[in-house]
Nanobody
């Protein structure tokens, strides 16, 4: 099991920006992919963005395409989610996940077996 530590959430006005980080400290880390998901109150966890760790190929939900950017720093075992401009409907708890096996659709929740603790993102109108 991989420990994932998130940071960077907060409160921001609509049109503002935030950057989330997710690190796997203190160990060799080589997942197949990393992803960001979010969960708003009363809703299911939904896909936001993912990145293949080796190639850097990225995938985005339609709702964030053009506004969010996922990236990774392999040397620091860290994945980032740059979010701007933010909208009130982006308000949710954001989770990073690690997927260990290839051959699965990394835009779905199924391949992800380790999760960060969650970061609250609140966007005011």
């Amino acid at each position: 099991q991989v420990q994932l530590v998130e940071s960077g959430g907060g409160l921001v006005q609509a049109g503002g920006s935030l950057r989330l980080s997710c690190a796997a400290p203190g160990r060799t880390f080589s997942p197949y992919a990393m992803g960001w998901f979010r969960q708003a109150p009363g809703k299911e966890r939904e896909f936001v963005a993912s990145i293949r760790w080796s190639s850097g190929r990225t995938y985005y939900a339609d709702s964030v395409k053009g506004r969010f950017t996922i990236s990774r720093d392999n040397a620091k075992n860290t994945v980032f989610l740059q979010m701007n401009p933010l909208k009130p409907e982006d308000t949710a708890v954001y989770y990073c996940g690690a997927a260990g096996l290839s051959g699965f659709d990394i835009t779905t929740i199924n391949p992800y077996h380790d999760w960060g603790q969650g970061s609250q993102v609140t966007v005011s109108s």
